[in-house]
């Protein structure tokens, strides 16, 4: 699909007009955007009805918004994308609660959701311009309402820094961008809070302006602090923590078939590793059987390297955040430095080395796989990358 392509055309001028939606349609027929016309919100907050009604709206005020104009245009075109997609996570979270209509946590439902489309139907995988613009929308859709409660939340100045390290690898993400969408979200409505919340969004501008961090990630002296900071610790963003860490630990991440053992023989071939593979093999567990024990071994076997100091590779797909932070958590209780290298190719490309191995995993699962995949975030260790192969 040349969707992305298609995508210029609709921001380069007035906002679509009907012959666009029709095209955008067809564009997205098949996809989950299209059942956004059959899920309806509360009539309190969106008295223009169904999504796909207050998804075309929003899209229609931020073209139409003057800041929007100055953006360039791969930052147009991630957040026209972001905005296209910011509500399709309601398809799948909407229901019922109390007689009201809602849809918790759809932002981070919309940002599995897209960046599922918009690897496997758009091709932007695999490659580190595709993989930042990719990652620019999901950011924006996973976000795209704190901006009108960030003056609420704890530690405010410290969570819009942390969200702005996102644009560290995303490299078009800026909270200027979220500020617009937000925007463009409450515009896009018919209610009467609408005056409130645009009032909240312009504090969340004033903020993370004043924190250092509205069109770009916060400038931190290192890796060490920075990682401290953002992980709550009590210090100075500003001033060099003392680096008290014995040595590294690298936590790869990445799909099957990705080239994760390939990229430990061809760049770390001397440190000590942990893996998944390896134990099961031994232990003669299938991938798609339950991995308890596996993952048991696995940190016992990984203790002994810390209890002696030892640097090492843990290799395992490792693909969402929640995932990680129990293994990173571990890795820096015993005063590691934590290193996450996520490594990504090709779809087609993944595909055949996958099927290549003598333990390959069935696509159908990695299908699944995908559908829960978040790549790593800055602040989710001293040093994150993002390695294409």
């Keep these: ?36 016309r059959y ?16 998804t075309r709206m929003v899209c229609g005020e931020l073209v139409s918004d003057p800041e929007f104009r100055k953006l360039n245009g791969r930052q147009q075109t991630a957040l026209f994308l ?26 981070s439902a919309g940002s599995l959701m897209a960046r599922e489309f918009l690897w496997r139907d758009c091709g932007l995988c695999g ?42 690898l995303a490299g078009d993400f800026t909270w200027e961008m979220l500020c617009m969408l937000s925007k463009a979200d409450v515009k896009g409505r018919k209610a009467d809070d609408i005056p409130e919340l645009l009032g909240q969004v312009e ?20 890796s060490h602090t920075k990682h401290a900071y953002l992980s709550g610790r009590n210090v100075q963003p500003d001033s060099t923590l003392f680096d008290d860490t014995w040595g590294e ?16 023989r061809e760049t770390h071939p001397w440190m000590p590793e942990v893996s998944l593979d390896s134990i099961r093999a031994g232990m003669r567990v299938n991938p798609t059987e339950e991995q308890g024990r596996v993952v048991q071994a696995a940190r016992e076997q990984a203790k002994i390297y810390l209890r002696e100091k030892q640097p090492f590779v843990w290799n395992a797909t490792n693909l969402t955040g929640e995932t990680r932070k129990k293994l990173t958590g571990l890795f820096e209780q015993y005063g590691a430095r934590v290193r996450i290298v996520y490594l990504e190719t090709r ?14 995993v069935p696509e159908d699962a990695v299908g699944r ?16 990358e993002w390695i294409c192969v």
């Design 82 to 107: 972001a905005a296209l997609l910011h509500d399709i996570g309601k398809v799948k979270t909407t229901r019922q609660m109390n007689g009201e209509l809602v849809s918790p946590h759809h932002g």
């Design 39 to 54: 899920v309806q919100q509360n009539p309190l907050f969106h008295g223009e009805g169904d999504v796909y009604t207050h």
């Design 369 to 384: 796989m995908l559908s829960v995949t978040e790549p790593p975030m800055p602040e989710e260790a001293q040093t994150v």
């Design 203 to 222: 504090l969340a501008r004033m903020l993370t302006e004043e924190a250092g961090c509205l069109r770009g990630p916060y400038r931190f002296p290192d």
């Design 127 to 168: 490659d580190p311009e595709k993989i930042s613009l990719r990652e620019t929308v999901c950011a924006l859709i996973r976000r795209h309402t704190l901006p009108m409660h960030l003056m609420s939340r704890e530690n405010a100045e410290r969570l819009a820094r942390q969200i702005a390290a996102a644009g560290e």
């Design 249 to 264: 630990v690298i936590l790869l991440s990445g799909l099957p078939g990705t080239g994760k053992d390939t990229w430990i």
């Design 347 to 360: 779809w087609e490309t993944r595909k055949e080395r996958n099927s290549q191995r003598r333990d390959s």
């Design 1 to 36: 699909m040349d969707f992305i392509g298609e995508i210029h055309q609709f921001i380069t001028g007035s906002p679509p007009d009907e012959a666009a939606w029709a095209e955008i349609e067809n564009l997205l027929a098949g996809t989950c955007f299209s059942g956004m």
